[in-house]
């Protein structure tokens, strides 16, 4: 089994940066995506981007192209969120997920069959 834990949420003024990390433990060699998803209250959980572990491969939802950057370091099993230019509108739980039985790395959460437990970012006008 793969086991995700995610850090790096809190609160910012709009136009501010935060990182999330997400740190991989387990089977990691089986994961052959990695992606970060968003969710706000009453609302569907929503694709923000996604990487091959493998390289070659990022993905990245049309609402946070240009100011979201997703990238892993593998030696520590770990990918990041740089969320730069924030909005109150990207304000929601974020939750990774990593694909460990398929070659899928877009933006359906069910495609993923492994998430962590979120955490929050909130941002405010």
């Known amino acids: 089994q793969v086991q995700l834990v995610e850090s790096g949420g809190g609160s910012v003024q709009a136009g501010g940066s935060l990182r999330l990390s997400c740190v991989a433990s387990?089977?990691?060699?089986?994961?052959?995506?990695m992606g970060w998803f968003r969710q706000a209250p009453g609302k569907e959980r929503e694709g923000v981007a996604a990487?091959?572990?493998?390289?070659?491969?990022?993905y990245y939802a049309d609402s946070v192209k240009g100011r979201f950057t997703m990238s892993q370091d593998n030696a520590k099993n770990t990918v990041y969120l740089q969320m730069n230019s924030l909005k109150p509108e990207d304000t929601a739980m974020y939750y990774c997920s990593a694909n460990t039985l398929s070659r899928y790395g877009g933006s359906l959460p069910e495609k993923y069959n492994r998430w962590g437990q979120g955490t929050q970012v909130t941002v405010s006008s």
């Open positions: 990487i091959s572990t493998g390289g070659g491969f990022i």
């Open positions: 387990g089977y990691t060699y089986s994961i052959n995506y």
